[in-house]
């Protein structure tokens, strides 16, 4: 497929910091438009996310960005045929480092995905059955959501340590269920927190975001909240956690911090912490519960916990095949939390997704803290039949945009919902 135009233009993510958005026309006249989130608890490995870093936007502007889209790349794709492996490839080439710090992650994904859409659109395909035929499956199953109800971490001016506390539905069938049943403890989690005179602001995933004394507090009233909806505490709704540890590890003494238990933990502490707290709650997911580069607690935790947890990787692993591959050789973990802009190309983004599952791990499709309209994500779940995504607590657009999209996609793969 020919492309004969590409723009690029700076728009606002959820966080109201400047991100970018590029559109893409091929030679029949079909087009795509993606827009890139941004991270605000961001990983180490992660590719570059490109910001001008001047005084507009207090340095957070990404005309830079934009501008690489609108020479560099413009000049060395339109006019010429690609697909989307072609296209991809040209895409790590032309930036040629290996975190795409000269052009920017975000400069390239949004060209990689802006293609996409515009391919499947030329193919007359949804995009998820175009991701299909590049990952190599057929079969599209809408996903299990994950819902960030309560918010914490740099996610919420640290209401508690712990970044995110996530409801996810078990035993729904049907996509319209399993929304339903996040919705709901949702809601009745605002009642509670009303009924307690707590704060009921939100964090930038829209989960709640009340200033508590303990971070198992927030664990119990999830639990209630659960239970006051009509649940069932672990046969119908299960929790998982993602406490982003980097964010609260010092790598000088080595120790986790966690103020509001006032606690300071070694690596082994922090897995017996962790152990502790799946023995007093119904937790099946748990994500980044150690730093970025303590692999021998993360290998420790999995020894201890794989069996029956999925233990997620996400700052450890940012998408990236060589840190997955590693992770799969110490055993530090059995699943992968997948963000499209910690890679860079939809292409590289698959095959991490590819060799994760080969070693027998699952796939956790993600959005990030600093999110747009797009929706590309719901359609990377399904067309991969991953099975889970997350994607925020049913709050702010700019998360409900997937949850909807997952809607519509369900109307074509779940006729009778």
Known sequence: MKITQLIARQILDSRGYPTLEAELTLSNETAGRAAIPGGTSAGRHEAVELRDEGEAYFGQAVTKAVNNVKTTLAQALIGKEFDQTTLDQTLIELDGTDNKGRLGAN??????????????????????????????????????????????????????????????????????????????????????????????????????????????????????AITTAGYAVATEVAIGLDPAASEFYNSETKRYQLKRDQKTLTSEQMVRWTVDLTQKYPLISLEDMLAEDDWAGWTSLTEQLGGTTQIVGDDLLTTNTKLIKQAITQKACNSLLVKLNQIGTLTETLQAM?????????????????????????????GTGCGQIKTGAPSRSERTAKYNELTRIAEKLEPTV
């Open 107 to 224: 400069a390239i994904l949004s060209v990689s995905l802006a293609f996409a859409w515009a391919a499947s659109r030329a193919e007359s395909k949804p995009l998820y059955h175009y991701i299909g035929d590049l990952y190599g499956n057929a079969k599209f199953v809408l996903p299990r959501p994950m819902f960030n109800i309560m918010n914490g971490g740099k996610h919420a001016n640290w209401a508690t340590d712990i970044q995110e506390y996530m409801v996810i539905p078990i035993k729904a069938a049907t996509w319209a269920e399993k929304q339903r049943v996040g919705v709901e403890i949702y809601h009745a989690l605002y009642k509670l927190l009303k009924t307690k005179k707590y704060s009921t602001n939100v964090g930038y995933e829209g989960g709640f975001a009340p200033q508590l004394e303990s971070n198992e507090e927030a664990l119990e009233l999830m639990i209630q």
């Open 354 to 382: 590819k060799l994760a599952q080969n070693a027998g791990w699952t796939n956790v499709v993600s959005h990030r803290s600093g999110e747009t309209e797009d929706v590309t994500i719901a359609h990377l779940a399904v």
